[in-house]
């Protein structure tokens, strides 16, 4: 891995947070051009890669015992991208909630655990986080989490968590997301309480109120007829009323299964559920969709920004490690968003294309640095990097 002579472009609006002092925005700095662009993203492979880098100690205390504050960093992030049109939420967002996993090998990793993973289903080592996302049809970026501890709070209870910091953040989207685990009476109530619509999965074991009976939703789609319909240039085989699901009450509730051109390929059946009870099905499967967004955060994080990097064995430190991989995705988007050719590729591209050209920055400055020390000899630039080869 070259070194990182120079923090990134996109680390510069960090100047103007004032929940940092002047040191510890150096430290922000430091680790948000480590998680972007070092291939090792943890403590001590960041202090040795990125050049301005103080010492792996000074970034160790940065993160564990620095005196700043996380909400207020977090409230300021938010606040920074509201500042491009392409980041800006809106009311017609939506506001995604779910949770994933970090997989360890530590014993002493805070509240590690032994969770399923439906992924790959298999248990793993490891923690779990709880999520929200806001997404629109311009962008998608982290809104905040809470990690999820054994013998403590419900993951229920985190997301109710989380809803009521959105709302008092004042996070305008209408419509909040989230799959089957989260369609609960008391999430759904909460949600309602504060006016919001929403739109959810169910089980196929969920029970559905049909001819008199309450019946399990899958065998309800066995009994009825769908009618086939193009959303978005795929078909999807419908069927849609309202009806009383569960402890939902009564909802819409739609059962859709999407048309594949693979033979081999299982049929894709949904069961969904929302309190917009006169919104067309079209709109309801575009709605849904739209959850995939946060699989795709997940992913993007995990592979390319260090979201289980994180060795720390100090709970504050691991969660101030989020929170400026927070920082870090978004600074991407934000820099994306002011940048030409950023706003004709955003809307196509992934996250990986936004780490690809900081990289490309961080070899340039590495160029640059070099050809502007004509006083140096080759064997003494060497000497500069020769750490980040060993």
């Not at 070194?3 to 609006?13: A, H, K, N, V």
């Amino acid at each position: 891995m070259l070194p990182i002579t120079s923090f990134l472009s996109c680390t510069e609006p960090i100047d103007q947070f004032e929940c940092f002092s002047k040191r510890q925005k150096h430290h922000a700095k430091t680790y948000v051009t480590g998680l972007v662009a070092a291939s090792n993203k943890t403590v001590q492979g960041i202090s040795n890669i990125v050049l301005p880098a103080k010492s792996e100690r000074a970034l160790n205390k940065f993160l564990t015992e620095y005196d700043w504050d996380e909400e207020q960093l977090n409230r300021e992030r938010l606040a920074l991208l509201q500042q491009a049109d392409d980041t800006r939420w809106s009311s017609e967002g939506v506001v995604i909630i779910d949770d994933t996993f970090t997989h360890k090998t530590g014993k002493k990793i805070p509240h590690a655990g032994k969770y399923y993973d439906h992924g790959i289903h298999s248990y793993i080592w490891g923690q779990n986080i709880v999520y929200a996302l806001y997404a629109d049809e311009k962008t998608t970026y982290p809104l905040g989490f809470r990690l999820y501890k054994k013998n403590d709070k419900r993951r229920i209870e985190l997301a109710i968590e989380l809803v009521d910091e959105l709302i008092e953040i004042g996070v305008p989207a209408d419509t909040y997301l989230f799959d089957m685990f989260y369609s609960t009476e008391e999430f759904v109530t909460h949600l309602e309480g504060y006016g919001k619509e929403w739109v959810s999965a169910v089980k196929s074991d969920a029970r559905v109120s049909y001819g008199g009976d309450r019946i399990r939703v899958d065998a309800l789609a066995e009994r009825i007829d769908t009618v086939p319909r193009t959303v978005n240039g795929d078909t999807y085989h419908i069927w849609t009323q309202k009806r009383e699901v569960g402890r939902l009450g009564e909802v819409k509730l739609l059962i859709t299964e999407k048309e594949s051109s693979d033979e081999d390929e299982e049929p894709s059946v949904k069961y969904i559920v929302s309190n917009k009870i006169d919104a067309p099905a079209s709109h309801l499967i575009e709605l849904y969709a739209m959850r995939w967004r946060v699989e795709t955060f997940f992913r993007d994080t995990k592979q390319d920004l260090g979201f289980g990097d994180c060795e720390l064995r100090h709970a504050a430190g691991a969660s101030r490690h989020w929170h400026l991989l927070m920082l870090a995705y978004s600074l991407l988007k934000f820099g994306a968003a002011h940048s030409a050719l950023g706003t004709i590729l955003g809307h196509a591209s992934s996250l990986r294309n936004d780490v690809k050209r900081s990289f490309r920055e961080s070899v340039q400055n590495l160029l640059s640095w070099a050809l502007t020390s004509p006083d140096r000899s080759i064997d003494e630039l060497m000497q500069q990097i020769d750490g980040m080869f060993i």
